[in-house]
């Protein structure tokens, strides 16, 4: 079984994906219901456990680690995620059944028998290399050796593209005769469509460019009588109203920070409220009980927000975790909320004009631009790297402060199936008269394909 994870793929952009459409033509598809939030962390573990927020934990991206006092987003070790696997579920009947994960996330150190995951080299004179982590250990090399390394640099940021995904597949095929599942994680549509929204020329030439990636591995799978599985988390719709939720805390006296050599940094200690926003959710994290319905009154007061979710809005979202904030705030269909919380650019933290995932209280749409208010960002970019090459020490200060161009996103419910997820499957018959598949029930299916009989490769 091939399990593509095609994220961000919707109705409407598979009418310009051919060859995936072919697929889905002679085979069966369904409309594919989200979680909330509709993020990749999230839906990912729901799809693999069956379980929603509230079972499986993974709340959002990232969240506030209560236990550490700080806010992480992009961890990456399987354990977080709290359910069984759906092939650790096979294995009970079939223990010699083979898992290969590529690039899907929570990776590290799990039950899989093979495992590729992006995972920088982090030098200890501050340098980031492209990188990534693999089970067992030798693939490294060999896929260096056959395919080069990781593309890191198109994965995420400026100048992530379509070489990112064009590796990730060259990976999967040479996994793929190897075992009996391999998942498989391809991000290109998510670039494009963020960075201009949906509705326009690039996110229909984004999705023809995935589909002429993906066609080799397809042919594979086709070839090999492999049962293929296309799914996505969510779909991307226009982002025009970037919500500073942050900013109106910090203005109401709750949010406070501190101020070293960098900048002015978040302080969740002293803070009476703050919120990590991960696209259209942000969690809210209230230190006071009693400060929770004033938090709730300000927040919902603000343009942009929808909703205003307390502990009985969560648990009617399956959110009701305590990994999630005290309140969490869905956006309105085209707002999203912004990770700022510094009230003058000038006093800014030096990583909010970098790529910096994992600094950074919330994530940051903007990290996909070079900040055009720069005319020379490209030539400063490229002297970074020269010198960081050098052994000397720099800052790469190239992401937009301004969030206005971000163009699109994604979090809250679809209101509109043509621009939700999408379930396709190679068997006719794997969907029988369903018009609607939840991704909670995306592990079912998984488990009934899998008790097929194997092809003879």
Known sequence: MLVLDVVGLTPRLLAHMPRLRAFADGGSRAELGTVLPAVTCTVQSTFLTGLPPSEHGIVANGWFFRDLGEPLLWRQHHRLVGGEKVWETIRRERPGYRVANVCWWYAMGSTADTTITPRPVYHADGRKDPDCWTWPPELHDELEAEIGPFPLFTYWGPTAGIASSRWIVAA?????????????????????????????????????????????????????????????????????????????????????????????????????????????????????????????????????????????????????????????????????????????????????????????????????FWDPQDRWVKGRALLHVLRKKTGLRSTMRVVPLDPSPVGGTHGRLPADPADGPVLLCSEPDALPGESRVEATEVRDLLLRLSRQPSPVR
């Open 172 to 368: 999967a095929r040479r996994l793929l005769p190897e075992h009996d599942m391999t998942l498989v994680y391809v991000p290109h549509l998510d670039y494009d469509l963020q960075r201009f929204g949906p509705d326009g020329p690039e996110a229909v030439a984004a999705a023809r460019a995935v589909d002429e990636v993906l066609a080799p591995l397809l042919d594979d799978a086709e070839r090999s009588g492999t049962t293929v599985v296309a799914l996505s988390e969510y779909g991307i719709t226009a982002a025009r109203r970037p919500v500073d939720v942050n900013r109106a805390l910090r203005r109401a006296g709750l949010l406070h920070v501190h101020t070293n050599a960098t900048g002015e940094l978040l302080d969740p200690w002293t803070s009476r409220a703050f919120a990590v926003a991960d696209h259209q959710v942000a969690h809210v994290y209230v230190h006071d009980p009693a400060d929770v319905p004033a938090v709730a009154e300000l927040l919902g007061g603000l343009p942009g927000v929808a909703e205003v979710l307390d502990s009985v809005g969560k648990a009617a979202h399956d959110l009701d975790h305590e990994r999630s904030g005290d309140l969490v705030l869905v956006a309105e269909p085209d707002a999203w909320f912004t990770y700022y919380y510094w009230l003058d650019d000038e006093r800014a933290p030096d990583f909010a004009r970098s790529v910096e995932i994992h600094k950074k209280p919330g994530f940051d749409p903007a990290e996909l």
